[in-house]
């Protein structure tokens, strides 16, 4: 699949600078920031500074040093966030079908509460 990257995506623009965020950790290539309307005590938005529509996206054209930095970055916020003893949950949402909001890879670290199931049942 071809993948369009639209760079005047919010998270775009939040990389540019042209849209604040509450930055939790920046790194070479990764920038995680709290989310503006969180669904949880703790909501962290983490994104690749790279123009990756989706998960897939990313995992077949990010260099491994994008991977790399991006895997340890979400680590490092769930240290840093204090996640490990109780737990947390990791999204990434992509396409329509997965209600992908913003075309910009992100992954939502939520946690601080019970989160219910992920999915109801079918």
């Known amino acids: ?4 990257y639209d760079p005047k995506n919010i998270f775009a623009k939040i990389l540019t600078g042209d849209i604040p965020n509450k930055t939790v950790l920046e790194t070479e290539h990764t920038l995680a920031f ?4 969180p669904q949880a005590p703790v909501h962290v938005l983490v994104i690749p500074k790279g123009p990756y529509v989706c998960y897939d996206h990313f995992a077949q054209e990010a260099s491994d040093a994008e991977i ?27 396409g329509v079908t997965g209600v992908q909001e913003v075309p910009h890879l992100h992954v939502h670290i939520l946690s601080g509460r ?7 049942k079918a």
């Open 34 to 37: 709290r989310d503006i309307y």
């Open 68 to 94: 790399l930095d991006f895997t340890r970055t979400v680590g490092e916020v769930c240290k840093m966030e204090g996640l490990e003893a109780d737990g947390f949950r990791l999204i990434a949402n992509a």
């Open 1 to 4: 699949m071809a993948y369009t």
């Open 114 to 120: 019970p989160l219910g199931r992920m999915l109801e």
